[in-house]
Structure formats: structure tokens, C-alpha cells
């Protein structure tokens, strides 16, 4: 018998997702260097007192399995109770703990594509059934759809706001319309700080609400993996039962609270992202080819001409810069909003590689 043989069948069914390798690896392997525009990460990088805090932190200790100081710190920013508050390793981890948390194999959860891929990705992995959908021609999402997609079984709805990859915000009044079918609502606000909207208030009224936050994006803590979630206090335990115990490691929550001090400097950064998005925007629609859309995140989201995600990537990945192609009905690419430098190389890029298509 193959150890093959021993494996689930859905997973080794399932399609790998690899990681894309960090930007040392590559410049390493390929001897050259790259802009890297195509996970969203800050380029500003984190609050320098993380680095300050992280000299200081004991790491021969299990780290505080409850987070507590660092879920006072988020208390105090989010203006909601620390009670409120489970701490994961990234996003990500927070995605996989509620579909474990909810699903039995088998119960759905809806997916309203295109959206961050990790939820169907981790329903799938924990053997739910990933309803999918689609967002309207203008990516917002489809009321009604979502309403005649519900079941008996339909446990979770995932909502991302505002939307990976799109860039765009779901309406409030749309949000509390799909609180309001009683299912769990993940509203997944990972780039709240970019659009200075979030719904964390409405917790109180509605115990299916969770709000699900990352540190990766504003606070610039991608390598950290420091996610949460803000949900009924009455979960908390639950999520304490089916997490490894010290899942957040010492150095991210040290990393956290440090950059919770320093707010004033992250939110520099977060406005000068905002503006440079805004520029490069407006560079990308003085071009004559491809389609960008209204973005209130630190990415832009383009519609390429003729359907080439791959060929564009490929175009401009040999000229140095890496973007994310973007497959399904509508092709598209994503471009993280980086230095005004890396904008100025991104543009450049785009305009060479469509000469090159067009020849
Ligand atoms: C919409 C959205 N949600 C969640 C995450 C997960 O973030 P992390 O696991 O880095 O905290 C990401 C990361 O790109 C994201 O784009």
C-alpha cells in the first residue's frame, strides 16, 4: 500500500494552491531583481518600535495563550469589548477556525465571487459545500441570489468588504439585509483601514456578525501572521477549544501591541498609499487599453484586454514586475499599491508589454 493510498480522497483530489516563493528567494534563483505588487503587502513596512518590542520579548515562553494584553489593545482601537475578541494566525487561520467551527460536512457556505480565495479553499478542505455567487457586472453583490442560494444547510455567509480583488464596498444597508437571514455573516474587513469604514458597532446588535481584521495590511505585519476576529462573546470558548493553544506566537503579539502604540505612524503610511493609489489609478485610466475599477484599498483591480491574465503576468514578470493574474469568467490582474517608484516601473511595464501584444 502507497502511504498515497492512506490519503483523504477530496484532498488529494484537490488542486495545490503554492505559496508563490518570498522576493529574496526569486531574485536569488533568477538573478535579478523584482518589484513585488501582487499580495497586497505594505511596502512601508511595520511601526519601528515592533522591531524595538521584538528585542525585548521572551521567547523561550509559551506566549499567552489568550492574548490578553493584546485583545485589550484591539479593544481600545476597535471601540468594542476585549470579550469580544479571539486572535489568530493571520486571517487565514480565522477563516479555517469558523468553517470548523460551523460546518459538518456537507452544510454550505456561500462564497460571492470573485473573493478571497482562502474561503473556498478552506471549505473545501473542511469538506463544506462552497455555494458560489457571482457578484454582478459591477461586482457588487447579487441580494437576491444570495437569497434563493440559502438552505436548511447553509450555515455561513462569507462577504468580503471591501472585496479582494474588486476593491469595491458592499452598502451597509445590503450587509444588515444578509445579517438579517440569521446565518453567520463573516464580513471580512481586512482593508478597513484603507476605506476608513467598518461595521465592528453593528457587533452588539447582531450575535451572527463576525467581523474578521488582519494586521498584514495596515500595520504592515504580513510575516507576523496576526489576524482576529470580533464575534459574540459567548463564542470566544468555542474558538478556544478547536485552536492549538499558542497559536498567536510572542513575537506577533508583541509586534501587535507595539503597533497598536504607534497608530499615528501606520496611518501615515495608510494615506500614503491611499494617495499613491489614487494617482496610479489615474495613470491607469489615461490609458487607452484595459479597464480599472473604483478601489478603496491598497490594490487596483484591471480589466485586461482580450482575456490574457497569464500572458500579461508572464509580460510583466520578465520586465521585473509581479502583479497577480486573476482567472474566471472575467480576466483580470490585481496590482498592490506600492512606493510612487514602483507605481512609475509597474506603468512602464504595462505600456511595454502591450506594445509587445499589439506588434
Ligand atoms: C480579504 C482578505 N482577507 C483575509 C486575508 C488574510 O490575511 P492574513 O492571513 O495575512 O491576516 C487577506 C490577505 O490577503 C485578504 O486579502
Not at 468594542?80 to 475578541?85: A, M, S
Not at 453583490?141 to 480583488?165: G, H, M, Q, W, Y
Request: net charge negative; charged share 25%.
Amino acid at each position: 500500500m502507497s502511504i498515497h493510498d492512506l490519503l483523504r480522497r477530496d484532498i488529494a483530489a484537490l488542486e495545490p494552491y503554492p505559496p508563490p516563493p518570498t522576493l529574496e528567494l526569486l531574485q536569488q534563483r533568477l538573478g535579478r531583481t523584482f518589484v513585488k505588487l501582487d499580495a497586497n503587502e505594505n511596502p512601508y513596512g511595520p511601526s519601528p518600535r515592533v522591531a524595538e518590542a521584538l528585542r525585548h520579548c521572551n521567547a523561550w515562553r509559551y506566549p499567552d495563550a489568550a492574548c490578553t494584553e493584546l485583545r485589550e489593545r484591539l479593544g481600545e482601537y476597535l471601540g468594542t469589548e476585549p470579550e469580544r475578541i479571539v486572535c489568530t494566525v493571520g486571517g487565514d487561520e480565522m477563516i479555517d477556525l469558523l468553517i470548523r467551527l460551523f460546518l459538518d460536512p456537507g452544510d454550505e457556505m456561500i462564497d460571492c465571487t470573485p473573493a478571497f480565495l482562502m474561503y473556498a479553499i478552506s471549505g473545501a478542505v473542511n469538506r463544506g459545500k462552497v455555494v458560489v455567487v457571482p457578484r454582478d457586472d459591477h461586482f457588487a453583490v447579487d441580494l437576491e441570489a444570495v437569497e434563493r442560494a440559502l438552505s436548511d444547510r447553509t450555515k455561513i455567509i462569507f462577504l468580503c468588504s471591501p472585496n479582494n480583488p474588486t476593491g469595491n464596498m458592499t452598502p451597509d444597508a445590503d450587509i444588515i439585509r444578509l445579517l438579517d437571514t440569521g446565518r453567520i455573516l463573516v464580513l471580512d474587513e481586512a482593508y478597513a483601514e484603507f476605506s476608513g469604514h467598518s461595521l465592528v458597532h453593528l457587533a452588539h446588535r447582531y450575535p451572527n456578525l463576525v467581523i474578521l481584521r488582519t494586521m498584514s495590511k495596515w500595520a504592515a505585519l504580513a510575516g507576523m501572521r496576526l489576524g482576529y476576529a470580533v464575534v459574540d462573546p459567548s463564542l470566544v470558548a468555542e474558538f478556544t477549544k478547536i485552536k492549538s493553544p499558542y497559536n498567536v506566537s510572542i513575537a506577533a503579539q508583541v509586534a501587535g501591541v507595539a503597533s497598536l502604540e504607534d497608530q499615528d505612524y501606520l496611518m501615515a503610511n495608510v494615506r500614503c498609499l491611499i494617495a499613491e493609489r489614487d494617482r496610479l489609478s489615474e495613470r491607469l485610466c489615461a490609458l487607452d487599453y484595459g479597464r480599472v475599477y473604483p478601489s478603496v484599498t491598497n490594490f487596483l483591480y484591471w480589466q485586461i484586454p482580450c482575456d490574457r491574465a497569464v500572458t500579461w503576468r508572464q509580460g510583466l514578470a520578465d520586465r521585473g514586475v509581479l502583479i497577480r493574474a486573476l482567472s474566471g469568467p472575467r480576466e483580470a490582474l490585481r496590482f498592490s499599491v506600492g512606493r510612487p517608484e514602483e507605481s512609475d516601473l509597474l506603468l512602464a511595464a504595462l505600456e511595454d508589454v502591450h506594445a509587445q501584444l499589439a506588434g
